[in-house]
């Protein structure tokens, strides 16, 4: 993201505050903090944060004390004392079709980072919503000493074919995965990702001598019997961890009715199906919409996404349709998703 600098003209009070503030080495997450706010306070990236605390994903926590520098203290000249920096935050209004990762992929920044620019604890948005998608700090220069130009960043690219892919504004480990022919499980096992997020920068290893060939485009199924198959079961009952044409909870509807459409997926949970999938901007019929928060903590529902906010699925009351506009699907939605 460009940073714009603004600066506010400073007293001429002369004092070694800088020296100070160069020895500094942890900061105390606090509510509303991210990685991405942190590196920006002090001057370093998300992947240096990252390193200095072991750290393999996004994910801190209030009270957490993290290395934010090495801790040999810096030697600097003391320097004209300035006042803080106004932010200016970037904001984008939600239009219908929108989702969170969409979003966060079009401004360059993470899920996790969107999230927490906007207090949000799930990932429903609604078509009208101010969303801060960024902020933005201008400094303008001392006359003495006029801040120099900004080098224009290198466009992302891979820096050798079999060793180092860097990640660019609008990639998925799906699309990564295959425009070097490996598949997203390469991709997490060689990387230590526990999840599909990925951000601008961020360098993912690929190993030589990979023979994975990638996915197609088309969908591994046919959508037309798919939905079919689906919608010839409304009424089916619920039966807890039922998988067969008399009874089905969830996910055993799924692993039925995708088997039945030409896709080959093994019987696995809510949580399972959705380690097996990838977010999408734009759903298309088929996807599977994924809910958290149901009968227990994270996700814990899923079912067919049939356009115009429907979807199928077997609920309590069996197989049946339900409106993503209804008050209870609206509130554990989590997003739509679509097989690797």
Known sequence: MKKVL?????????????????????????????LWSIAKKYGTSVNTIKELNSLTSDVIYP????????????????????APAPTIEKKYTVVSGDTLIGIANKHSITLAEL???????GHLIYPGQSLVVGQ??????????????APTPAPPKIESPESTYIVKSGDTLSAIGRSLGVT?????????????MIFVGQKLKV??????????????????????????LIGTPYVWGGAKVGGFDCSGFIYYVYNQAGYKVNRLTSGGYYNRTYYVNQPEVGDIVFFENTYKQGISHLGIYLG???????????????SLDSTYWKNHFDGFKRFY
């Open 184 to 196: 997203v499980s390469q991709l997490k096992e060689w990387n230590s990702l526990r999840n599909d």
């Open 136 to 149: 933005s700090t201008v400094v303008a220069p001392a006359p003495a000493a006029p801040a120099p130009a």
């Open 115 to 121: 999230k927490a620019l906007n207090n949000l604890s």
């Open 6 to 34: 603004f600066t506010v003209a400073a007293t001429a009070v002369i004092s070694t505050a800088y020296g100070a503030a160069a020895e500094a080495s942890s900061h105390t997450v606090a509510s509303g903090d991210s």
């Open 308 to 322: 115009d906010n429907q979807f199928i699925h077997a609920g309590d009351n069996g197989v049946q349709i339900s």
């Open 63 to 82: 009270k957490q004390v993290l290395k934010v520098s090495a801790d040999e203290k810096v030697s600097s000249p003391p320097v004209q004392e300035i």
């Open 207 to 232: 190993k030589a001598g990979s023979t994975a060939t990638p996915p197609s485009d088309g969908k591994p199924y046919n959508v037309t019997k798919l939905i079919e198959e689906a919608k010839s």
